[in-house]
Structure formats: structure tokens, C-alpha cells
């Protein structure tokens, strides 16, 4: 795990490299993620980024006023948790890649099935109820 968590991390710092420390796309896209944790958690935000980033208190403080980037081993830990969709969308910005298409496609299908799914499940309840 170690091993796949490292080559991750190098990967997520590829973007900082490829763009630039200071490029506007890596700024903005890095507070598109901020605002995501603010919203969620409008109360307390740096502690429960700090939960479940693994972080201290302080550098999740210090991430929330941008004045800490995020790393590789920061993404990672954010995109592997429960909340990792939002925080893909969030550093995806504007990017159409055919890959990303895909995928939101196929996220598309899959919610519908589940959709489907559960207005089954609710017309079966509700045809019980009058039998």
C-alpha cells in the first residue's frame, strides 16, 4: 500500500510541476477543493479536514487560508476518502478529457440504475399496500 500511496502522491505532484508552483489553474482549482470542505463542514473546518485528511489542526488551518499548498500525500489521503468524488470534480475544473466523459457517463448510468432501482422498490411497496 505504501508503494501505490507513494506513486500516487508523485503523480498528484505532477500537476504543480507541469503548471507551475504559482499557476493560476492549480490556485483556482485548489480553491474550488477549499470551498468544498467549507461547505461541508461550515462549523469547525479546519478540525474535520484535519480528520480526514490526517492532518494537524495547524496545517489544515494553514491549507484553508492558502497559505500552505496541498501535496501529493494530502490529495491522495482526500481523494480516498468519502468525499473523494467532490474532490476530483473540484481539481478537474473545466478539463474535458474523453477519460473524464467517460466516467461521468458512466457515474450517469450507474445512479440511474439505482434510481430505477428504488422506484421499483416503491411501486412493489405501494401495489402491496392496495392488493
Known sequence: MTNLCANTSA?????TEYLGANSPQVDVRFDA??????????????VNLALYADLTARQAEKLLRGEQGFSGSVITRMLQGEHGLHVLRALMGTTTPEWWQEFDIERSITQARKDEAAA????????ARIS
Open 33 to 46: 477543493v477549499r470551498k468544498i470542505f467549507k461547505a461541508m463542514w461550515p462549523k469547525k473546518t479546519a
Open 120 to 127: 421499483q422498490r416503491r411501486r412493489r411497496e405501494l401495489e
Open 11 to 15: 503523480v498528484a505532484n505532477l500537476a
